[in-house]
C-alpha cells in the first residue's frame, strides 16, 4: 500500500470555493489502533495504543458571529450551519456531530468559542475500529485551541473530545482514543494509565526488529454492535460494585480467582475476568517490550483475542477467521482491534512474512464467501498537529 498522503491542498482550495475565503490554518489528528487493553479505558486501566499514518485533516478559519459551518470532503452534502448557543446533544447530527459536539463541550466548560468555518477530510477508514470519530473531534479540538489561543494541554483536548463524544454524541466510550489521536509520537506506543492519564512513550520500532504490524479491515461491522458497548460497559460497572470498588481496575490479577468466585452474574463474572486480566497483559507487553523481547508480544496479543471472543464476546466470524488464518500461517500473535462485531484485527508478523500471510487471509475470506479484506502495515505515527 502507498504512503497516506494528507490533502493540505486540496483541502485548502475546497474551503475556499465554499466559503468564499482562505482558511486560517490546517490540522490533522490520527486513528490509532490498540496494541492490547481492550475495554479497560473506562473502567481506569491500561491501554497501549499507537497513531496510524491515516488522519482527520481539517483546513479551519475562526469566526466570531456565532456561526458554525461544517463540511466533508467524503460524505455528500451541503455545507451544514449551526448557531454554536443552539447546539444541542443526542440531537442526530450524524457525522457533523462530532466537531459539533467539540465546540459545545468547549463552550460548555467556559471556554470563548464564538464559530468556525471548516472544512474535514479523512483517510482514517470509517466503521473498522480505528477510531475515525476520535480523529475528527481531536483535530476540531486542536484547531480551535489554537484558534482561540486557550491554551488547552492535550490531556484537556483529550477529555473535552472525549465530553463531545459522550455527552454530545451519546457514546459512552472512555478516552483512549481521544488521548491517543491528541498525544502519540513517532516511532512509540503510548502506554496510558486511563485513571489519572499519566503516558508513557514506549519505542516501538518494529522495522528494526523485522517486524510488522498488519491491520487487517474485515470491511464490515454488525447490527449487534448497537448498544452492545454501552451494555458490557454497565456490566463491568456491575461487577465493580460487587466487588465493592470503584472501578475493575482496583482488582488485583492475584485476587481475580476470589473476586470470580463472589460474583453470582454469569455475564458480570465473564467481563470482569476479561478486563482484570486484559489490564494484566498489558502489564506483560511493557515487560516484554522494556526486555527488547518484541516478538514474545504475539502469544499475549492472541491470548488477548481469546478472551475478547469468549469473555467479552465481542468478536465475530470474520475476526475469528482472521486470527485463526495468519495464527496457522506463521503469524507471532493476533487479535481483535477495538469496539468488536466488525472492525480490525491486527497481525504481529515477520515483515518477510507480510506478503503471505496478507495473501492467506484474502484466500480465506474469499473462500468462506466474505468480501476482500483491507490489509495494510499500522505504522506508529504522529499524534495530533498542526499542517500549516
Not at 45 to 53: E, H, K, T
Not at 162 to 172: T, Y
Not at 349 to 367: G, I, N
Amino acid at each position: 500500500m502507498s504512503a497516506v498522503t494528507e490533502p493540505t491542498a486540496e483541502l485548502v482550495d475546497t474551503f475556499g470555493e465554499l466559503y468564499g475565503h482562505e482558511p486560517v490554518g490546517v490540522w490533522a489528528a490520527p486513528g490509532r489502533v490498540n496494541l492490547i487493553g481492550e475495554y479497560t479505558d473506562f473502567n481506569e486501566g491500561f491501554v497501549m495504543p499507537l497513531a496510524l499514518p491515516h488522519t482527520a485533516v481539517a483546513a479551519v478559519a475562526r469566526r466570531d458571529d456565532g456561526v458554525l459551518r461544517l463540511h466533508s470532503a467524503d460524505i455528500e452534502g451541503p455545507v451544514v450551519e449551526l448557531a454554536v448557543d443552539s447546539l444541542t446533544p443526542l440531537s442526530d447530527g450524524g457525522w457533523a456531530a462530532y466537531p459539533a459536539g467539540v465546540v459545545w463541550a468547549l463552550r460548555d466548560a467556559g471556554h470563548p468559542v464564538g464559530g468556525a468555518d471548516l472544512h474535514l477530510a479523512s483517510t482514517v477508514p470509517t466503521g473498522a475500529g480505528l477510531s475515525s470519530s476520535a480523529a475528527l473531534e481531536v483535530v476540531t479540538a486542536l484547531a480551535l485551541n489554537d484558534l482561540y489561543e486557550l491554551g488547552l494541554s492535550r490531556r484537556e483536548l483529550a477529555l473535552l473530545a472525549q465530553r463531545a463524544e459522550n455527552a454530545f454524541v451519546g457514546v459512552p466510550c472512555g478516552v483512549m482514543d481521544q488521548m491517543a489521536s491528541a498525544a502519540c509520537t513517532p516511532g512509540h506506543v503510548l502506554h496510558l494509565d486511563c485513571r489519572d492519564l499519566s503516558v508513557r512513550q514506549v519505542p516501538f520500532d518494529l522495522t528494526a526488529d523485522g517486524l510488522t504490524l498488519l491491520v487487517v479491515d474485515t470491511r464490515v461491522k454488525h447490527a449487534l454492535g448497537d448498544g452492545a458497548y454501552a451494555e458490557r460497559r454497565a456490566g463491568c460497572e456491575a461487577g465493580a460494585r460487587a466487588l465493592g470498588v470503584s472501578h475493575l481496575r482496583d482488582v488485583p490479577y492475584a485476587e481475580l480467582p476470589s473476586a470470580l468466585e463472589r460474583l453470582s452474574d454469569e455475564k458480570v463474572r465473564r467481563y470482569v475476568r476479561h478486563v482484570v486480566s486484559d489490564d494484566h497483559r498489558v502489564e506483560r507487553v511493557i515487560a516484554l517490550l522494556d526486555a527488547g523481547d518484541v516478538r514474545g508480544i504475539g502469544p499475549v496479543l492472541t491470548e488477548g483475542h481469546t478472551s475478547l471472543r469468549d469473555d467479552l464476546r465481542i468478536s465475530c466470524p470474520e475476526l475469528d477467521l482472521v486470527v485463526e488464518t495468519v495464527c496457522a500461517a506463521g503469524a507471532l500473535g493476533a487479535r481483535m482491534t477495538g469496539g468488536g462485531f466488525g472492525g480490525s484485527a491486527i497481525v504481529l508478523a515477520e515483515a518477510a512474512d507480510a506478503e503471505s500471510l496478507t495473501k492467506a487471509v484474502q484466500e480465506a475470506f474469499a473462500a468462506a464467501g466474505y468480501a476482500a479484506p483491507r490489509v495494510f502495515p499500522a505504522v506508529a505515527s504522529a499524534g495530533a498537529r498542526r499542517l500549516r
